[in-house]
């Protein structure tokens, strides 16, 4: 498909939503650089639609200038009116691996007592992989949301810290399947790091649970 910046331009600065969100996904056939400048206004979108739209691609099109991608997502992090847009940005900044927002990203969960917020920051944490984000995937553990907790659980996993495996041990009675399925592949990755004989008792009992993929799961680990 043959776009041209100008066609892009057009669509974007059009009065109607919807063909700005047009615009919006057509940046992809643009050059980084261009598509990144093009964007940058639309994050400030009077439509919610087309804002979150807009800071959902800085995951790609940010790379073109990281360091100015990251102050645009600090701005609606802190300061947007719809949380699944700020969401968007906490997800924006973990693809872009951008591991200096992690103060952040700490400020918003502890501020907000939005799930969605709060689950997107615990997934960036994450994918992020700060180590300084332990306490905070802890206190995501301990919150009593099954979400989020299976959330932290999985983030927990990918920071590799053996320091988790006490708090995640407790997991292998929860009744969700999906938590002791996030855990088995949590203590899977951590089994290297934290060689022992209670992560592999976990692991054998998860091996009999009567989830097949767990117990598949928990197979491959022993």
Same mark, same amino acid.
């Given at each position: 498909?043959?776009?041209?910046? &100008?066609?892009?331009?057009?669509?974007?600065?059009?009065?109607? !939503?919807? &063909? $700005? =969100?047009?615009?919006?996904?057509?940046?992809?056939?643009?050059?980084?650089?261009?598509?990144?400048?093009?964007?940058?206004? +639309?994050?400030?979108?009077?439509?919610? $639609?087309? $804002?979150?739209?807009?800071? %959902?691609?800085?995951?790609?099109?940010? #790379?073109?200038?990281?360091?100015?991608?990251?102050?645009?997502?600090?701005?609606?992090?802190?300061?947007?009116?719809?949380?699944?847009?700020?969401?968007?940005?906490?997800?924006?900044?973990?693809?872009?691996?951008? #591991?200096?927002? *992690? %103060?952040?990203? @700490?400020?918003?969960?502890?501020?907000?007592?939005?799930?969605?917020?709060? *689950?997107? =920051?615990?997934?960036? +944490?994450?994918? +992020?992989?700060?180590?300084?984000? *332990?306490?905070?995937?802890?206190?995501?553990?301990?919150?009593?949301?099954?979400?989020?907790?299976?959330?932290?659980?999985?983030?927990?996993?990918?920071?590799?810290? @053996?320091?988790?495996?006490? *708090?995640?041990?407790?997991?292998?009675?929860? %009744?969700?399947?999906?938590?002791? !399925?996030?855990?088995?592949?949590?203590?899977?990755?951590? #089994?290297?790091?934290?060689?022992?004989?209670?992560?592999?008792?976990?692991?054998? @009992?998860?091996?009999?649970? &009567?989830?097949?993929? =767990?117990?598949? &799961?928990? @197979?491959?680990?022993?």
């Amino acid at each position: 498909m043959s776009t041209t910046r &100008e066609e892009v331009q057009r669509l974007l600065q059009s009065q109607d !939503y919807g &063909e $700005r =969100i047009r615009g919006l996904n057509q940046l992809r056939y643009l050059d980084t650089t261009v598509a990144y400048e093009l964007l940058k206004p +639309l994050v400030k979108d009077t439509n919610e $639609r087309v $804002r979150y739209a807009a800071v %959902s691609q800085l995951a790609m099109v940010g #790379k073109a200038n990281p360091t100015d991608c990251l102050e645009l997502l600090r701005e609606v992090l802190y300061h947007d009116p719809e949380t699944d847009v700020r969401a968007a940005a906490a997800d924006s900044l973990a693809g872009l691996g951008l #591991k200096e927002a *992690f %103060s952040d990203l @700490k400020q918003v969960y502890q501020q907000t007592q939005d799930w969605l917020l709060q *689950f997107s =920051i615990i997934a960036a +944490l994450g994918e +992020l992989g700060v180590a300084e984000g *332990f306490e905070l995937l802890i206190d995501a553990l301990n919150s009593g949301n099954p979400l989020l907790q299976t959330t932290a659980i999985s983030a927990l996993g990918e920071l590799g810290d @053996k320091r988790a495996v006490p *708090f995640l041990l407790p997991f292998v009675e929860n %009744s969700d399947w999906q938590i002791r !399925y996030r855990l088995t592949q949590a203590l899977g990755r951590l #089994k290297g790091e934290a060689e022992g004989m209670e992560v592999r008792a976990a692991l054998e @009992k998860l091996a009999q649970d &009567e989830v097949d993929i =767990i117990a598949t &799961e928990a @197979k491959n680990y022993l």
